[in-house]
């Protein structure tokens, strides 16, 4: 059979190795398949007297290396100086080189030198086809699609080789995949190929993406579901626990947060491009110090504040805490100062753009998340209730926008959030204001939710007893007399007096603020969420993602509580605290003293056992 002449500039070292050991023209001299079809033979021309060649093995033509170097000098010689009528008697030699095939001079030189008699077979069979140029300059290069993958060794691509018994593979699956893989070939160059991986064989028919996100939603629900109620369990317990609890739960919540918004800095240096912040080879952890220093000196502040301005008994009424209560302002300013004059002393020239971005970052965060937190606990302290209700209401506005835009949502919100819907913010806005009127009158009626945390260690099993803020006492509307008239008359009905709180207004206004603007600041959160292209802050609570999206809302209603009691709920009383801070804030020792001889005097004027006391 006819072959073509490859020409390729790479011979494969295991071909050339076998070849040259074996001291042989070429392997293909044999029949290259079991399939061949061997030609008739036809009479060979007069060959020159018999040589009797060494004994080698039968069907492989014998050469030896000088031989073969003088054949080929001849043949590069021949192939110069040929005409095309004489190209039809010229065969090809085949070389050592698995792809390449060097011409040989004449089939009389291949009835010579091949005693078994096949090479003049093809030399006749190559003699009655068709004359064809040879261009010997000119590299063969076949057309093939791009994507044909290689073959692993580059000699053994186009050569036809027998299939090996012990090769043959084993039938696959009925049901298989495709995974993409890649292996190293010769030369550390990567080869795509296709690994084929069984799967299991189903009765039933094979799933598709959809049912696969179906369960995948149906989980995430499940999951959902069972961490709602154990934070709204937790959270109960906690209420009852006492405000102490309550306290520590708002520290470890923004602690969370902080540490996610925080966390994000890292992922903008990343989208720049601009390498991390680093000392000796290793991360900076400075850059992480300075974060959570400034952050202990802002809650040491804020919380100082509070402590203070809640506890003046306790504070001003022992010598030990004076210091701590005259100095604190001072105090947590010098505290600032140390860590603003360390943030100066880090700075790096190749990193002063990341360092600075960083210091304004972790004082927004501060601003944000850490002042709203203090208003919280303010909250806490000035009445549970004034905590307890406002959370309650975003919380109650969450579950119902969804319940109603799951229903009947059809019109997109805003675009920051997708899955919000006008029908779902109407519906939950109208719900949480019925909802928080009701919630608000039930829980007005214990002292326990309405008076000021002046003890911490009560708790809902305490008696706790206080005066009660006025917006808490019950009052009683009469309808006006024509009106009054007019209903008996018609309606044969007394009217009796309708029973009201001011706090029941209270709560309708803050109702309609955590309907209509508390949502704002998880529109904020989404919104950063998809300035840096991620789906959750974190991973603190299973199914809800991190704690900043479950807190998102809670920050900016716990501001609005905390002004708005302050300005038109709180009643400004004179109480011990306040006395003894005048006192001890603005009276010296000696002045003190008078005070509380002349103090002496007049509760033994009133008849009080002022002797017992002092005891």
């Known amino acids: 059979m006819s072959r073509p002449n490859y020409e390729t500039g790479r011979t494969s070292f295991a071909s050339r190795t076998v070849f040259e050991a074996l001291d042989v023209d070429d392997i293909d001299s044999e029949p290259e398949s079991e399939h061949e079809v061997q030609l008739p033979l036809e009479p060979p021309p007069p060959a020159p007297a018999p040589v009797t060649p060494p004994k080698e093995p039968v069907g492989l033509p014998v050469r030896s290396k000088s031989s073969l170097k003088r054949a ?6 021949a192939l110069a100086a040929m005409e095309p009528s004489a190209s039809a008697l010229v065969n090809g030699s085949e070389s050592v080189n698995d792809h390449e095939v060097e011409p040989e001079s004449t089939s009389q030189t291949d009835a010579t030198e091949s005693p078994s008699g096949l090479a003049p077979v093809r030399s006749a ?17 076949p057309s093939l699609p791009e994507d044909l993958p290689q073959p692993r060794s580059p000699g053994l691509g186009p050569r036809k ?33 296709v690994q084929l991986s069984s799967l299991k064989a189903t009765s039933g028919p094979i799933n598709t993406g959809a049912d696969h996100e179906k369960g995948k939603r149906f989980q995430q629900a499940v999951t959902r579901t069972i961490w709602t109620l154990i934070m709204i369990g937790g959270f109960i317990g906690l209420l009852l626990a006492g405000p102490v609890y309550m306290v520590l739960l708002v520290m470890v919540c923004q602690t969370l947060v902080y540490r996610e918004v925080t966390a994000l800095f890292g992922l903008t240096t990343k989208s720049s491009g601009e390498p991390p912040i680093t000392t000796k080879g290793k991360s900076d952890p400075w850059s992480k110090t300075l974060n959570w220093y400034f952050f202990a000196v802002t809650n040491y502040f804020l919380y100082g504040e509070s ?17 701590f209560a005259t100095h604190h302002r001072f105090i947590s300013f010098m505290l600032y100062i140390f860590g603003f004059m360390g943030f100066v002393a880090s700075l790096k020239k190749q990193y002063l753009k990341q360092q600075f971005g960083l210091f ?13 937190s203090h208003f919280i606990v303010n909250n806490i302290l000035e009445g549970m209730i004034w905590f307890w209700v406002p959370a309650s209401l975003v919380i109650c506005n969450d579950v119902f926008a969804y319940i109603w835009g799951m229903m009947f949502g059809r019109t997109q919100l805003i675009a920051l959030s997708p899955k919000k819907t006008v029908e779902g913010f109407v519906g939950a806005f109208i719900s949480t204001l019925i909802f928080g009127f009701f919630w608000a009158t039930f829980f007005m009626r214990f002292q326990y939710m309405t008076c000021p945390a002046y003890d911490l260690g009560v708790s809902a099993w305490s008696n706790v007893q206080c005066t009660p803020n006025p917006v808490f006492v019950w ?9 009054q008239a007019l209903i008996t008359s018609t309606l044969n009905i007394q009217v009796p007096p309708i029973p009201w709180a001011p706090f029941q207004y209270h709560a309708l206004i803050m109702a309609t603020f955590a309907s209509l603007v508390a949502p704002f600041g998880g529109f904020f959160a989404s919104g950063f969420k998809r300035a840096f292209d991620i789906k959750d802050f ?36 004179v109480t011990v605290g306040s006395v003894l801070q005048t006192i001890v804030s603005s009276l010296s020792p000696e002045e003190q003293m008078q005070l509380f001889t002349d103090l002496r005097r007049l509760l033994e004027g009133a008849g009080a056992d002022v002797a017992a006391l002092c005891r």
Not at 163 to 189: I, R, V
Not at 307 to 323: E, S
Not at 360 to 372: A, R
């Open 72 to 77: 080929a000098k001849k043949e590069r010689a």
């Open 125 to 141: 069979a190559r003699a009655r086809s068709p004359a064809r140029p040879v261009d010997s300059t000119t590299p063969f290069s």
């Open 360 to 372: 304004g970052w972790v004082h927004m965060s501060l601003l944000v998340i850490i002042f709203s």
């Open 307 to 323: 402590m203070i301005y809640y506890f003046k008994h306790v504070v001003y009424a022992d010598v030990r805490f004076l210091p």
């Open 538 to 573: 974190g991973h603190s609570i299973p199914g809800h993602g991190g704690m900043t999206d479950r807190m998102d809302c809670q920050f900016l209603m716990g501001m609005f509580s905390y002004v708005y009691y302050t300005s038109l709920a709180r009643v400004h009383r």
């Open 161 to 193: 080789r027998k299939a090996s018994q012990d090769l043959k593979s084993k039938p696959l699956s009925k049901e298989s995949k495709l995974e993409d893989a890649s292996f190293a070939a010769d030369g550390n160059e990567k080869v795509n190929v």
């Open 475 to 483: 009052r009683y509307y009469t309808l006006p007399a024509p009106f």
